[in-house]
């Protein structure tokens, strides 16, 4: 077990220098914004149950976002040989994204601080995820706090070997779901590796 932690370490750094820890603190406009956390950002809504008060999305839609595969690889990771495509996400998707999950579901993610939010790859890069707008959704500060952390953990997994991409995706799609049990859903699956 102390290999697969240096592992899921080495995979971590990994992800963190080749991928960012996080989007830039831009707003919609292209105006710079200050970091979460920091004086006249948005505070966060609250959570009754595990719910946020419907100003941004909790989880990924996926009658908009099911979520794909990356098809035109710049390498083949892993054992697997995975297709991983490099981050390549335009700025004016990115905008379209806020607009769409507002019209579409209602939400105001538009009217909040865009340091709020970072466009998040919902299969990960890491597991072979695409740059495609059905990979895509706005994902609020609250929720990839929650879910960002095992990311890297299930890539860490796939580069030793101990999962599958197929499991991997299923496993994420299921957490990005229900993002207010990633830290349940970690600790079992570290049980089990």
């Not at 899921?8 to 992800?15: G, I």
């Not at 595969?69 to 995975?82: D, F, K, N, P, V």
Request: proline share 6%; aromatic share 10%; with cysteine.
């Amino acid at each position: 077990m102390r290999n697969f932690g240096f592992l899921a370490f080495l995979a971590s750094m990994f992800l963190f220098v080749s991928c960012g820890s996080h989007e830039d603190s831009s707003s919609l406009d292209g105006s710079r914004r200050p970091r979460p956390g920091h004086p006249g950002d948005d505070t966060l809504p609250g959570q009754v149950n595990g719910r946020v008060d419907g100003k941004f999305p909790s989880h990924p839609h996926t009658e908009v976002t099911p979520g794909s595969l990356c098809e035109h690889a710049s390498e083949l990771r892993y054992s697997e040989r995975i297709k991983y495509c490099n981050r390549d996400v335009e700025g004016s998707l990115k905008a379209e994204l806020f607009v769409m999950y507002d019209r579409q579901f209602g939400y105001e993610t538009t009217q909040m601080q865009r340091t709020a939010f970072k466009i998040d790859h919902l299969i990960p890069l890491c597991m072979g995820g695409s740059n495609k707008a059905d990979n895509l959704w706005p994902q609020h500060v609250s929720i990839y706090e929650q879910t960002d952390p095992f990311e890297p953990f299930l890539c860490g997994a796939m580069a030793s070997g101990k999962l599958k991409q197929a499991e991997a995706v299923q496993i994420i799609l299921s957490v990005k779901q229900d993002p207010f049990h990633a830290e349940d859903e970690m600790r079992k699956l570290e049980a089990r590796l």
